[in-house]
């Protein structure tokens, strides 16, 4: 009657990030590399650029512009 253990303790720690597989010892606690990655690059912020995101409005207005001047 003492025991205020959440049922979920007694489980394996998921992946803190995904939390959708288990953390594993090499990489605690996340549950691979790349969540481990992921994770750190949170915390590092503008240090770190994700691929993929091509959504640079300098680009267009740059594009604009000369085609202004040619025009
Ligand atoms: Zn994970």
């Known amino acids: ?6 049922p979920e303790a007694t489980k394996a720690s998921l992946c803190v990030l ?6 594993t010892p090499a990489f605690h606690p996340f549950c691979s590399r790349r969540c481990a990655d992921l994770d750190l690059a949170r915390w590092l912020g503008d240090g770190y650029r ?3 995101r091509a959504d640079d409005p300098d680009e267009d ?4 512009a000369s085609g202004e001047r040619t025009g």
């Open 61 to 64: 207005a740059e594009y604009a």
């Open 50 to 52: 994700i691929p993929g």
């Open 1 to 6: 009657m003492s025991d205020p253990k959440p």
């Open 18 to 23: 995904c939390r959708r597989g288990p953390a």
